[in-house]
């Protein structure tokens, strides 16, 4: 068998648009070369890896098991050529790393920039999304790391724990919970009854938020949904309810004095930070070494 890397990009090129025709657009091939490689592939194989829908090719059951396998390969073989690139590691292509929101923008920037002073050249490429879909990202070997706030169970990720983040309740000081805190404690009770503004599903800190108050709280009475953090922190400073952020996120408008922390009979609100890689992923020396830096820094924020 003469298994060619040429034939896997041209099976993952169908698989993701559908098509021998969309998928000759995408490698800048012909539809009948395109089409003729798909044919040599599963004749190898001895193997339809498509059901044929007309024009339309969706992937089967055999597709799909030699899916993660030809990502891997390919993903191997982008490895290989960046490390033996005139240049090697100091070469233009940098890494793919995935953030979700939070991490994305209040602790990666300072991150890449203390690791930029060892790493010239070495111009990352970044993804910021929610947790859901940077872990698919990284599982589908479209990312190289991934920094999440909330950790995901997957057979073929590598997860561990990196930075321990505080999360804190916050409201805007005109909310009627701060006024009555000055006077009486919050109770349970009032906590289960006041509207609370959350991330969408699939987020990280929605995930940490339900973790932490559910036990206690039984059920969160939705005041609103935002797809990110910097969103509800407004939404709260503006009065429409409160907020369960990472201290990371509301620091500012608490100094400025636009948020208020509640003190709560809650108990004190952690969450582990994940550092996430594909497990079968080959890792270069510029990986490992960007893996190295985030680990010193995980004492740090």
């Not at 990666?108 to 790493?119: C, D, E, V, W």
């Not at 939404?235 to 608490?254: K, P, Y």
């Amino acid at each position: 068998m003469r298994l060619s890397l040429r034939q896997l990009q041209i099976f993952l090129a169908i698989a993701e648009s559908g098509s021998t025709t969309a998928a000759a657009d995408l490698i800048a091939l012909s539809q009948s070369a395109t089409s003729s490689a798909l044919i040599e592939l599963e004749s190898m194989l001895d193997a339809r890896l498509f059901d044929r829908l007309g024009k339309r090719l969706k992937i089967n059951d055999n597709g799909r098991l030699l899916l993660p396998q030809a990502r891997q390969m390919l993903d191997a073989a982008s490895t290989i050529e960046k490390q033996f690139a005139p240049g090697g590691l100091e070469s233009g292509a940098g890494l793919h790393i995935g953030a979700s929101t939070t991490i994305g923008i209040y602790l990666l920037p300072k991150m890449l920039s203390a690791f930029g002073l060892k790493q010239a050249g070495a111009a990352p490429s970044v993804t910021i999304a929610n947790t859901s879909e940077i872990a698919t990202a990284v599982i589908n070997f479209e990312l190289d790391i991934g920094l999440i706030e909330g950790p995901w169970h997957d057979p073929d990720l590598h997860v561990e724990p990196w930075i321990v983040d505080d999360l804190i309740v916050v409201a805007a000081p005109s909310h009627p919970l701060v006024c009555d805190n000055s006077q009486h404690p919050i109770s349970i009770k009032a906590l289960r009854e006041a509207l609370w503004l959350l991330r969408e599903p699939g987020s990280g800190t929605r995930e940490a938020v339900e973790h932490a108050l559910v036990p206690y709280l039984h059920s969160i009475n939705a005041g609103g949904q935002f797809s990110n953090s910097e969103a509800i922190k407004h939404a709260a400073a503006e009065g429409l309810g409160l907020a369960c952020l990472s201290r990371l996120v509301v620091a500012d408008f608490i100094s400025a004095g636009r948020l208020v922390e509640l003190t709560t009979p809650l108990p004190i609100l952690k969450r582990n930070l994940f550092l996430i890689h594909q497990r079968h992923k080959v890792l270069s020396a510029r990986l490992q070494t960007f893996l190295r830096f985030c680990r010193e820094r995980s004492n740090q924020k």
